[in-house]
């Protein structure tokens, strides 16, 4: 719908459009001017950056919408804070903050005069500055928007368990066409008014990306409408280009939705009944480029694609265009906005919000300072019994879902469990006896009867990775916890996103001012070696390649191979801050190795002999076999046995590493290991088989510094594979127990002879294995059931 009413009284309509003005004259500013910032004398090529890399097209409507909340801001006492989906669109939004004073206080030398004005002109978009997008440098950030379609998503995330506060989201229609923002529109259905507080999304469509129409901006105005009834919404359109009538229009609708946002809490609040509302969302149409440049050397800008970047593009090589960049700036007439001093004038400075209810300085958009540590339980009250190692088998994830259940419980209004429909299948069920899954469409009768379902569920469920993924992005960047589950295969869905996260923290440990927020835990189960009847298509363990590419500062893999050791990384990884820590364990059961006591000393370590399962004791191993997973420790262990029976005065050594990093030299990553100490563990020169969960190269790409590297030799997952049983699979990519005795017999000098016996045996084993499962559809017993004999 779109509301007729005027809102605005003359006096307010004028000093609204030129606190606008000055939004628009500091955007365009940033993007041109290195000198005479106010434009004192006549402007000078000199005075013009040598490289422009600004983005126009979004800015002015970023800028006139957060402005025109900041009116609602001081009208209602709001508690709001300010998302920028469209790409680049730091100069519409650095341009309020700077007039807010929040962008001065946090970075004193871009004061609020001539001077400070000059330094943030230059710095913008520029070596050594800022850049383009709303990056952690910008005051009142949480969403950079460099890659699009996560801002919905993050508003959600920020609004859940935080009841007074608003997030306005400015969504980019060109960033609409992303399949994360397509999908996230359904958020609403998991907002509950009680609890949650609002998002109010502002679809932006300037009609154009960088030189194509927008799909939503070139579709009829009822079928827009109805495709956002359809998601659940109450669209409200806000368009046109004339600037005053603009105003009008966008001070009435917004302000409408301010207070449907308002009545829907309150009813819900008051009547305790959190029924899903439609929830309003505004629809603004203006041009893109607005208030620029019409046209630049006869051809249309304002309004068409041309606008997107830099309208004028040739400054200063061409005369034309440096008139005409001139004219445009002095057409926002800032003589009338700034004083001598270069401050904005008093009477517009008032416009903003005071102290910390400026979107630029809320605290929710600098989580960590609301960030309250956990309630913990002790994750030695879940432990699995192990009397002796290696010979009782538990499923690993299940008592890891009674921890979550108990954090759970500890935790009601601070800590959440996101997973795409997997919970129950990854054995983390046991959370819903503390809180059930989110949901507020409709009910059947039958979801009585197992489905788990309530309004003030806190466990988040949607077959959108993406979409829970920024849930729980936007969630910990405003203070609070979070824990991620999903299949290794489909993690790469958000591979991406995965990307842009660690960038974020990555910066934000360079930005003084932004307190340190909750990890990023994110569990990969379902893993590659147990795909018994999913197949080749679920068979992929390469996000730890994606992984270990990001800031070392950030990234944490952790390879637990048992329950013990996951509860106890666990335990470790909810109480960090400002990392993302991956953690891999199948939810399967496996057999269980090490007691609580012995799993809390080798996670803390990260890498370690396992004596019980060696017999070098006192003397230089013979041959080192490691491990990492937890099918590969079973396979490994079993091969030690193995060449044990087979060669009684072999020496071996066997290694587990649970701390993935520990692998890497201690100057290339916070945990890596000394030297001195990765020689001792792995030799100077003796051979070490190193049986891996996921693709060989990742780690000789990780210990390819070290000493002993030319006698590491990885196995792991070589992509073959289909419909197998666990081993069956295993010998297909020679992690088998079988693979592993034939390569030691291979790469131990006394034995590449003496071992032709020992090898035609094992040869024999996986053919036998094979055969038996292709005939009975399961694993040879004996071998499936093995279990650690000393």
């Not at 001077?115 to 002109?121: E, T």
Request: include cysteine.
């Amino acid at each position: 719908m779109t509301m007729q009413s005027t809102t605005l009284s003359p006096e307010e309509l004028s000093k609204i459009d030129a606190y606008w003005r000055a939004c628009n004259y500091l955007a365009a500013g940033m993007i041109y001017l290195r000198d005479n910032p106010l434009l004192r004398e006549p402007l000078k090529i000199e005075q013009v950056k040598s490289r422009l890399l600004g983005h126009w097209g979004s800015s002015p409507g970023l800028s006139f919408t957060y402005i025109h909340l900041n009116r609602l801001i001081n009208k209602y006492d709001l508690n709001a804070i300010f998302m920028a989906g469209p790409g680049h669109g730091a100069p519409g939004v650095l341009g309020p903050v700077y007039l807010e004073g929040a962008y001065s206080e946090t970075y004193p030398n871009k004061s609020e005069d001539e001077h400070g004005m000059r330094q943030f002109f230059k710095e913008f978009s520029f070596p050594g500055g800022i850049g383009s997008h709303c990056t952690p440098e910008t005051p009142g950030s949480i969403h950079e928007g460099g890659e699009l379609g996560y801002s919905v998503s993050h508003a959600f995330g920020a609004a859940y368990d935080n009841p007074d506060l608003i997030v306005a989201v400015v969504v980019g229609d060109g960033e609409s066409e992303t399949a994360p923002l397509a999908t996230s529109w359904h958020s609403n259905k998991f907002l509950n008014p009680i609890r949650d507080g609002a998002v109010l999304p502002i679809l932006h469509l300037n009609g154009y990306k960088i030189n194509n129409p927008t799909i939503l901006s070139r579709i009829p105005h009822e079928e827009l409408e109805n495709l956002f009834k359809g998601y659940g919404w109450t669209p409200y359109f806000v368009e046109g280009s004339d600037p005053d009538t603009m105003h009008q229009a966008m001070a009435a609708t917004m302000e409408q939705c301010v207070l449907e946002i308002r009545r829907i809490q309150q009813e819900a609040r008051s009547s305790g009944q959190a029924i899903r509302p439609r929830w309003p969302m505004i629809v603004l149409r203006s041009p893109k480029g607005w208030t620029g440049p019409k046209e630049v050397d006869g051809k249309k800008v304002e309004g068409f694609w041309r606008a997107h970047q830099v309208p004028l593009s040739n400054v200063r090589d061409t005369p034309e265009h440096f008139k005409q960049l001139e004219d445009w700036l002095r057409s926002y007439k800032p003589e009338e906005l700034f004083d001598q001093d270069g401050q904005l004038l008093p009477e517009l400075k008032a416009l903003a919000p005071k102290g910390a209810r400026r979107m630029s300085a809320n605290p929710h958009a600098n989580g960590g300072l609301l960030r309250k540590a956990l309630h913990m339980p002790d994750c030695r009250d879940y432990a699995a019994v192990v009397i002796k190692p290696g010979t009782t088998s538990a499923e690993n994830t299940r008592p890891l879902g009674k921890f979550l259940r108990d954090i759970m419980s500890l935790n009601m209004h601070n800590f959440r469990v996101f997973g795409p429909d997997e919970n129950s299948s990854n054995k983390l069920d046991n959370v819903y006896e503390a809180s059930k899954k989110t949901w507020l469409a409709d009910y059947l009768p039958e979801d009585a009867d197992g489905g788990e379902l309530s309004p003030d569920g806190r466990v988040m469920e949607m077959l959108s990775e993406h979409t829970l993924e920024g849930w729980l992005e936007g969630y910990l960047l405003t203070g609070r916890h979070g824990f991620f589950s999903t299949y290794e295969a489909f993690v790469h869905v958000i591979d991406s996103m995965f990307n842009q996260h660690a960038k974020w923290l990555a910066m934000s440990k360079e930005v003084a001012w932004r307190a340190p927020v909750s990890s990023l835990n994110l569990l990969i189960t379902s893993t590659v070696w147990r795909q018994d009847h999913n197949g080749f298509t679920h068979q992929d363990p390469g996000f730890l390649d994606v992984v270990v590419n990001k800031s070392p500062e950030v990234t944490r893999i952790y390879l637990p191979p048992d329950v013990n050791c996951l509860l106890t990384v666990a335990d470790h990884c909810l109480k960090s801050t400002d990392y993302i820590n991956v953690i891999v364990c199948d939810k399967q059961k496996h057999l269980q190795f090490l007691d609580m006591d012995a799993a809390i000393k080798h996670c803390t370590k990260g890498i370690g002999i396992w004596g019980w399962a060696s017999n070098d004791q006192g003397v230089e191993p013979d041959l080192v076999i490691a491990s990492a997973g937890d099918i590969p420790t079973k396979e490994a262990l079993a091969a030690v046995v193995l060449l044990r029976e087979n060669f009684p005065e072999l020496k071996i050594r066997f290694i587990n590493v649970v701390d993935l990093y520990k692998l890497t030299p201690e100057s290339e990553h916070p945990h890596g290991l000394s030297d001195k100490d990765f020689d001792s563990l792995f030799t100077l020169d003796k051979p070490v088989l190193f049986n891996f969960h996921g693709y060989p190269w990742l780690i000789h790409r990780l210990a390819y510094r070290r000493n002993n590297h030319k006698n590491l030799h990885v196995r792991g997952y070589k992509e073959k594979g289909s419909i197998n049983t666990p081993l069956e699979l295993a010998i297909q990519n020679e992690i088998d127990r079988f693979s592993l005795v034939i390569d030691a017999i291979n790469r131990v000098p006394a034995l590449r002879v003496a071992g032709a016996h020992v090898k035609e045996s094992m040869r024999d084993m996986q053919i036998e294995c094979r055969n038996y499962a292709y005939e009975h559809g399961i694993d040879l017993p004996e071998v499936d059931n093995w279990a650690w004999p000393y």
